[in-house]
């Protein structure tokens, strides 16, 4: 069943997500959520995600972040056929990111691996 990963417990950390307030109420709650492992590994595919959403190909995303390609492959993948929520999120913080182009919100992963 797709929806298996929706538990009580997964929905009670997704309320108490969707209850901070602010970035810093946001760093706090994950470092003491997360090891300094997990957080590295998380903000590594976000990183991976915003890449692959400018057109960056995958070899030069693997040597900027240190993500393996089978990982830059598998987050593309989630990015294309996922339920949404990275394209969600790129689109929310499109703005914020002084990187990003106007061209980037036109760029596939496809694009990115070729």
């Known amino acids: 069943m797709a929806d298996d990963w929706r538990?009580?417990?997964t929905d009670a950390l997704?309320?108490?997500l969707l209850r901070l307030e602010d970035a810093d109420e946001a760093g706090r709650f994950l470092r003491d959520l997360c090891t300094l492992g997990e957080l590295r590994d998380l903000t590594q595919r976000w990183a991976v995600v915003r890449?692959?959403?400018?057109g960056m190909h995958y070899a030069e995303i693997s040597r900027e972040t240190g993500a393996s390609t089978a990982t830059i492959t598998r987050i593309a993948s989630w990015l294309h056929h996922g339920e949404g929520g990275y394209r969600l999120m790129l689109e929310r913080t499109r703005g914020d990111d002084p990187g990003a182009t106007a061209d980037a919100?036109?760029?596939t992963a496809s694009?990115?691996?070729r």
């Open 111 to 113: 694009d990115a691996g």
């Open 7 to 9: 538990t009580p417990e």
């Open 51 to 54: 890449l692959l959403d400018s």
């Open 105 to 107: 919100a036109g760029s």
């Open 14 to 16: 997704i309320d108490a």
